[in-house]
């Protein structure tokens, strides 16, 4: 390829992976599908092509259906232990970000909503939340009609409503004291001081390190108090599975405050929180080694020299 094409194509790789990200909820597969559209815009009759950034993104949303649909894929998260990738804020993955919409359609819990739709309603919801695309667009990326593109996005918006809960965005600051405060209680062992913190309907999921065959599903503040005070509590077998003493700092992951466990330098594992009213309604912990790639190599970049907040 000559250098413009390369340049046209460069410019909107960073659009593309977020893309794939949201429809995949893997950062590494993200990267696989726009790696692919790039040898597919190699290999194409550029002259032909009159608008690029609309035909890349056909090729990319189809090369995501295509994985969606595998049987691979459909195996693995049939088996009821997936979540998604996560990763750091500011990761360019998880652009654009300009309103609530897009912000929620990346975070931890609607990607984690998703699974539950078909290949083809999650592109339309991705493609209109995310990226304001306009039904006849959606129609032509997808080779559908402009009503069941209507249809689609309708669709997965009522089954990502009745099951999300009503969310209004949190400051920064206020979350980060709230998570700090379960940090030390956690860390310390006081399980009614975690009992407070928690809503009434609170609940949690953890892929158990990927040594768990299916997620690890709590619900209620007593049963998720006393899971975390178990999993923060230090141990010696704890320092020796870990192989180290883990350093708790805190981040942000797709949009939500976190606590990040560091240990010999590289990120183990993730708990990512929602806060609603004052109080966390939700954790996600993800500590999988596979999951965690592309977030730790941004920490390594970006975060490694940070004061942890508690140390084992």
Same mark, same amino acid.
């Given at each position: 390829?000559?250098?413009?094409?390369?340049?046209?194509?460069?410019?909107?790789?960073?659009?593309?992976?977020?893309?794939?990200?949201?429809?995949?909820?893997?950062?590494?597969?993200?990267?696989?599908?726009?790696?692919?559209?790039?040898?597919?815009?190699?290999?194409?009759?550029?002259?032909?092509?009159?608008?690029?950034?609309?035909?890349?993104?056909?090729?990319?949303?189809?090369?995501?259906?295509?994985?969606?649909?595998?049987?691979?894929?459909?195996?693995?998260?049939?088996?009821?232990?997936?979540?998604?990738?996560?990763?750091?804020?500011?990761?360019?993955?998880?652009?654009?970000?300009?309103?609530?919409?897009?912000?929620?359609?990346?975070?931890?819990?609607?990607?984690?909503?998703?699974?539950?739709?078909?290949?083809?309603?999650?592109?339309?919801?991705?493609?209109?939340? +995310? /990226?304001?695309?306009?039904? $006849?667009? #959606? &129609?032509?990326?997808?080779? %559908?009609?402009? @009503? =069941?593109?209507?249809? *689609?996005?309708?669709?997965?918006?009522?089954?990502?409503?009745?099951?999300?809960?009503?969310?209004?965005?949190?400051?920064?600051?206020?979350?980060?004291?709230?998570?700090?405060?379960?940090?030390?209680?956690?860390?310390?062992?006081?399980?009614?001081?975690?009992?407070?913190?928690?809503?009434?309907?609170?609940?949690?999921?953890?892929?158990?390190?990927?040594?768990?065959?299916?997620?690890?599903?709590?619900?209620?503040?007593?049963?998720?108090?006393?899971?975390?005070?178990?999993?923060?509590?230090?141990?010696?077998?704890?320092?020796?599975?870990?192989?180290?003493?883990?350093?708790?700092?805190?981040?942000?992951?797709?949009?939500?405050?976190?606590?990040?466990?560091?240990?010999?330098?590289?990120?183990?594992?993730?708990? +990512? /929180?929602?806060?609603?009213? $004052?109080? #966390? &309604?939700?954790?996600?912990? %993800?500590?999988? @080694? =596979?999951?965690?790639? *592309?977030?730790?190599?941004?920490?390594?970049?970006?975060?490694?020299?940070?004061?942890?907040?508690?140390?084992?």
């Amino acid at each position: 390829m000559d250098r413009t094409a390369v340049d046209r194509f460069e410019a909107g790789r960073a659009r593309l992976a977020s893309l794939a990200y949201r429809l995949l909820g893997s950062a590494a597969d993200a990267e696989d599908a726009v790696q692919d559209a790039y040898l597919r815009w190699q290999a194409a009759d550029r002259d032909l092509i009159q608008v690029p950034e609309a035909w890349l993104t056909k090729v990319v949303t189809n090369l995501c259906l295509d994985q969606l649909r595998s049987a691979r894929v459909r195996h693995e998260r049939a088996a009821g232990a997936w979540l998604p990738e996560p990763l750091l804020d500011g990761d360019p993955m998880l652009g654009p970000a300009a309103t609530f919409e897009q912000r929620e359609s990346v975070s931890l819990a609607v990607l984690t909503l998703m699974e539950r739709l078909a290949p083809v309603e999650r592109a339309a919801y991705v493609l209109r939340e +995310a /990226f304001s695309y306009s039904h $006849g667009e #959606i &129609a032509e990326i997808l080779d %559908i009609t402009e @009503a =069941a593109s209507q249809q *689609h996005v309708h669709r997965a918006r009522h089954r990502i409503a009745a099951e999300r809960r009503a969310r209004t965005e949190v400051d920064p600051a206020a979350a980060r004291r709230i998570v700090e405060a379960f940090l030390a209680a956690a860390v310390s062992g006081r399980t009614d001081r975690l009992v407070a913190m928690l809503t009434a309907d609170a609940t949690a999921v953890s892929d158990g390190a990927g040594l768990a065959r299916r997620l690890l599903r709590m619900q209620g503040p007593h049963k998720i108090a006393s899971l975390v005070r178990a999993g923060f509590r230090p141990t010696p077998a704890k320092r020796q599975l870990a192989g180290g003493s883990p350093a708790f700092h805190l981040g942000r992951v797709n949009g939500a405050p976190a606590v990040l466990a560091v240990v010999a330098g590289r990120v183990a594992g993730v708990v +990512a /929180f929602e806060i609603r009213d $004052g109080r #966390i &309604a939700a954790l996600h912990g %993800i500590a999988a @080694a =596979a999951r965690l790639t *592309h977030l730790d190599d941004a920490w390594q970049r970006h975060g490694a020299d940070a004061a942890p907040l508690h140390t084992w």
